[in-house]
């Protein structure tokens, strides 16, 4: 119990913070990713014409 309380405390101190950068980050990679895929489909489509 005793080395959990540190990690808890950090934890708590940075929860707020991380889950807005974890957000912020998990957007910008899920339309890096959607660009990366309509960039592919494009290509595709290119090549099948």
């Given at each position: 119990?005793k080395n959990?309380?540190?990690?808890?405390?950090?934890?708590?101190?940075?929860?707020?913070?991380?889950?807005?950068?974890?957000?912020?980050?998990a957007i910008?990679?899920?339309?890096?990713?959607?660009?990366?895929?309509h960039?592919d489909?494009?290509?595709?489509?290119r090549?099948?014409?």
């Amino acid at each position: 119990m005793k080395n959990e309380n540190p990690k808890i405390r950090i934890w708590r101190s940075l929860g707020i913070l991380g889950l807005e950068i974890y957000l912020i980050f998990a957007i910008k990679l899920w339309k890096y990713l959607s660009n990366l895929a309509h960039t592919d489909l494009a290509t595709d489509t290119r090549i099948k014409k």
